[in-house]
């Protein structure tokens, strides 16, 4: 079957850095993304990662390895309202997208 | 509008009920979606549509229905809503980068079935 783990939840303190870290088992690989959803509101689009290595944006980063079915998401300097979930999603043989259950960010002053 | 709109924002509903959630983009979209997001779950693709006039089922279509007459609109209906059905709904579009183009959400309908 398919499926997409991360964490529950973390908690990591304002101005530290946190990594949240996503595995996934799919039919075929097309690509994995990242979102993030604040409490009550929409998921916006973080990052999209095909090929192996370090993608970069801000204070944002994505890894992915493809060879161990793995991917994490840096975050740097965290501020406050980086409080929210972050949502991994891989895309698969068939372009479908499979959903982790999204991992709830802490961030405690 | 400026992107996705969704309404209504949250309803209450009787089991048995008919229910038809709104949708509409301004974006020139071709693909929608339906997802569904409960509590400790990943977000769950109900219907979609890869362009006006066709519509194919996801992950969890039962019970659910769509159309897309044109490119704007892609309308959820529920024709007997069930307490299973309580949610948080969410209208999604991509553009034309392909398959690996970002989605772009609509705040979403908190639907309770009662």
């Known amino acids: 079957g398919q499926n997409i783990d991360q964490p529950t939840e973390m908690t990591a303190t304002e101005g530290a850095i946190v990594q949240i870290n996503c595995t996934y088992q799919t039919s075929g690989f097309n690509g994995l993304f990242w979102y993030q959803q604040h409490a009550g509101e929409a998921p916006t689009f973080l990052s999209y990662n095909v090929l192996d290595g370090l993608e970069e944006k801000g204070r944002f980063s994505s890894f992915l390895s493809r060879s161990k079915g793995y991917s994490y998401l840096l975050l740097k300097e965290l501020q406050m309202k980086d409080s929210a979930s972050y949502l991994c999603a891989g895309l698969d043989s068939n372009y479908q997208l499979i959903w982790g259950a999204g991992t709830k960010l802490i961030i405690k002053p | 509008i400026a992107g996705i709109t969704q309404a209504p924002t949250s309803q209450i509903l009787a089991a048995g009920r008919r229910m038809t959630l709104r949708c509409t983009q301004d974006m020139r979209h071709n693909a929608m979606y339906w997802y569904r997001q409960d509590l400790g779950l990943g977000l769950r693709l109900i219907h979609y549509?890869?362009?006006?006039?066709?519509?194919g089922k996801g992950e969890v279509p039962d019970g659910y229905s769509v159309s897309r007459a044109n490119t704007d609109d892609f309308p959820l209906t529920l024709a007997s809503a069930v307490p299973s059905q309580t949610s948080v709904y969410f209208c999604?579009?991509?553009?034309?980068?392909?398959?690996?183009?970002?989605?772009?959400f609509g705040n979403g309908t908190r639907l309770t079935v009662t």
């Open positions: 549509s890869n362009t006006a006039g066709t519509t």
């Open positions: 999604a579009s991509s553009g034309s980068g392909g398959h690996n183009s970002p989605l772009h």
